[in-house]
């Protein structure tokens, strides 16, 4: 039998709740037996597989049973040195991946389009961040990823970085020649971290991209739960060379998640991997027909354009759809949801629609998403929207102020038109995606209040920005 079948946590599990046991250990619940009585119907069958630690479940933080066994079947999977179950999400991922690799004071080479995680990480690490602008596609409005040749000019500038992190895919799905970037880092000895947070999946090989993992980088953080049929906050992280101290990365995970995990957000991963380990060509072949026919359906829709990937190249699981009227993409979220279609982002044009991971004969309703979509904008004339900004790519920068003198500084706030030339007083990020627009400790441009201002014209959330509503920012006064 192959292994890839065995979904050793889940079937521990089911194991135990199968001995009708008594319960005078954590957690309250009792096994579902105690809990509010109005929820308790719809909760019980999922507080049965809410553990602990028990006899023949095995510990997160030192494996040896079950665990231990979906973990290395994970890593076997992946082909990887070391897979690690996360319950705290990528975000603990993320951190623990930086943290394990850098000190203070370590130069570390950054994708500017990173997600917020990496950003507390090295701040955490009172690390020295190099932030490497990423592309900009004209037709998506969007950022994508680093190219060769900033990142050559990066470390040609910077030969003592201990690190570089990068974010592939981009959370639209778009990917770029990471290989080419992980080979330059590697003629240099510097290790290559990717937040893969949307690619758990790539490994599937065509249509999807190639993985961060295929193509050599040396440590990589997934979110199940983003594309694959795992429990919100599921994440995993592989080590995938030499370059890596397992012990480092197991000592941080420790540290940093919580020392009584949820089984049951484990059990998820189990079974997620599992589900992947069997994902067969007649299932990629039925999910190609379903999105292809779900795009199909959208382009006949006047008022929105369905973006293709330049050279075809991206995940399949997402479709961005771009206004081709006076509505801004929120604009057009909000028409959606009237309508109960509930998407993952949206930006002052596009609107982010993530497609599941069929197999063969699962059913999802894409007919009917694309009917009530229709509906939605059956008023709407075509008028594409005209603003355009000035994107820079190719810069490379660092903090005004580095992390460890941040804690010292004056704040005052200021009109947001006003504040360019200034040093940023907050870290303001545009949520979703979660990537900052503008960071604490960085010099404020007018591209940076151009793109802020456009975000709140169009209805953007942000976190972070706390006087925003009453068209003020924060900025550090340096004299």
């Given at each position: 039998m192959?292994k890839?079948?065995?979904?050793?946590?889940y079937?521990?599990?089911?194991?135990?709740?199968?001995k009708k046991?008594?319960?005078?250990?954590?957690p309250g619940?009792?096994?579902g037996a105690?809990?509010h009585?109005?929820?308790?119907t719809?909760?019980?069958?999922i507080?049965?597989?809410?553990a602990t630690?028990?006899t023949?479940?095995?510990d997160?933080h030192?494996?040896?049973g079950?665990?231990?066994e979906a973990?290395?079947?994970l890593?076997?999977l992946?082909?990887?040195k070391?897979?690690?179950?996360?319950?705290?999400?990528?975000t603990?991922g993320?951190?623990?991946?930086?943290l394990?690799?850098?000190?203070?004071d370590?130069?570390i080479?950054v994708?500017?389009?990173c997600?917020?995680?990496v950003?507390?990480?090295l701040?955490?690490?009172?690390a020295r961040p190099?932030?490497?602008?990423?592309?900009?596609?004209?037709?998506w409005?969007?950022a994508?990823?680093?190219?060769?040749e900033?990142?050559?000019?990066?470390?040609?500038l910077?030969p003592?970085?201990?690190?570089?992190i990068?974010t592939?895919?981009?959370?639209?799905g778009?990917?770029y020649?990471?290989?080419?970037v992980i080979d330059?880092a590697h003629?240099h000895?510097?290790?290559?971290?990717?937040?893969e947070?949307?690619?758990?999946h790539f490994?599937?090989?065509?249509?999807?991209?190639?993985?961060?993992?295929?193509?050599?980088?040396?440590m990589?953080?997934?979110?199940?739960h983003k594309?694959l049929p795992?429990?919100t906050?599921g994440?995993?992280?592989?080590?995938?060379?030499?370059?890596?101290?397992?012990?480092?990365?197991?000592?941080?995970?420790q540290i940093l998640?919580?020392?009584?995990p949820?089984?049951?957000i484990?059990?998820?991963l189990?079974?997620?991997r599992?589900?992947?380990?069997?994902?067969e060509?007649?299932d990629i072949?039925?999910?190609?027909?379903?999105?292809?026919?779900?795009?199909?359906?959208l382009?006949?829709?006047q008022?929105i354009?369905v973006?293709?990937?330049?050279?075809?190249l991206?995940d399949?699981?997402?479709v961005t759809i771009q206004?081709?009227?006076?509505l801004?993409?929120?604009e057009l979220?909000?028409?959606?949801?009237?309508?109960g279609i509930y998407t993952?982002?949206?930006d002052p044009?596009?609107v982010?629609l993530?497609?599941?991971l069929?197999?063969e004969n699962?059913?999802?309703?894409?007919l009917?998403?694309?009917?009530?979509?229709?509906?939605?904008?059956?008023?709407?004339?075509?008028?594409?929207l005209?603003?355009?900004?000035?994107?820079?790519?190719?810069?490379?920068?660092e903090l005004?102020?580095?992390?460890?003198?941040?804690?010292d500084v004056?704040k005052?706030?200021v009109?947001i038109?006003e504040?360019?030339?200034?040093?940023?007083?907050?870290?303001?990020?545009p949520?979703?995606?979660g990537i900052p627009?503008l960071l604490?400790?960085?010099?404020?441009?007018?591209?940076?209040?151009n793109?802020?201002i456009?975000?709140?014209n169009?209805?953007a959330?942000?976190?972070?920005?706390?006087?925003?509503?009453?068209?003020?920012?924060h900025i550090?006064?340096?004299?």
């Amino acid at each position: 039998m192959n292994k890839q079948n065995r979904i050793p946590l889940y079937e521990a599990l089911i194991e135990h709740n199968q001995k009708k046991t008594i319960s005078f250990h954590v957690p309250g619940h009792k096994s579902g037996a105690i809990f509010h009585q109005q929820a308790q119907t719809i909760f019980q069958d999922i507080l049965k597989m809410d553990a602990t630690e028990l006899t023949g479940l095995d510990d997160l933080h030192s494996p040896e049973g079950v665990i231990k066994e979906a973990e290395e079947l994970l890593a076997d999977l992946y082909q990887v040195k070391k897979s690690f179950f996360l319950i705290n999400g990528s975000t603990v991922g993320n951190l623990a991946m930086i943290l394990s690799v850098c000190e203070k004071d370590d130069v570390i080479l950054v994708q500017r389009n990173c997600h917020k995680s990496v950003l507390n990480a090295l701040k955490l690490a009172k690390a020295r961040p190099v932030f490497l602008e990423p592309d900009y596609h004209q037709d998506w409005k969007t950022a994508t990823g680093v190219s060769k040749e900033i990142v050559g000019k990066a470390i040609s500038l910077y030969p003592k970085a201990k690190a570089m992190i990068l974010t592939y895919p981009n959370y639209y799905g778009m990917v770029y020649d990471l290989k080419s970037v992980i080979d330059l880092a590697h003629l240099h000895n510097i290790p290559v971290l990717v937040d893969e947070a949307h690619g758990p999946h790539f490994i599937i090989g065509e249509p999807f991209p190639a993985s961060a993992i295929q193509l050599g980088a040396d440590m990589v953080v997934q979110s199940a739960h983003k594309t694959l049929p795992a429990m919100t906050m599921g994440s995993y992280l592989h080590i995938n060379s030499e370059r890596i101290y397992i012990n480092r990365v197991r000592e941080y995970l420790q540290i940093l998640q919580s020392s009584s995990p949820s089984y049951v957000i484990m059990a998820s991963l189990d079974l997620a991997r599992n589900y992947l380990a069997t994902y067969e060509q007649r299932d990629i072949a039925y999910l190609q027909r379903e999105i292809a026919h779900f795009k199909k359906e959208l382009s006949t829709i006047q008022s929105i354009k369905v973006l293709e990937y330049p050279d075809s190249l991206g995940d399949t699981l997402k479709v961005t759809i771009q206004s081709r009227s006076k509505l801004s993409g929120f604009e057009l979220q909000k028409r959606f949801e009237e309508m109960g279609i509930y998407t993952e982002l949206a930006d002052p044009f596009n609107v982010l629609l993530v497609l599941p991971l069929l197999k063969e004969n699962q059913d999802y309703p894409f007919l009917e998403a694309s009917r009530k979509i229709k509906a939605a904008l059956a008023d709407v004339p075509i008028h594409p929207l005209e603003e355009q900004l000035n994107i820079y790519t190719g810069t490379i920068s660092e903090l005004s102020i580095p992390y460890d003198k941040l804690s010292d500084v004056k704040k005052e706030a200021v009109v947001i038109s006003e504040a360019a030339g200034h040093v940023c007083g907050e870290t303001i990020i545009p949520y979703p995606p979660g990537i900052p627009l503008l960071l604490i400790g960085e010099l404020i441009t007018e591209e940076k209040i151009n793109q802020l201002i456009q975000l709140m014209n169009t209805g953007a959330r942000f976190q972070g920005g706390s006087f925003l509503d009453k068209n003020l920012i924060h900025i550090i006064r340096t004299s």
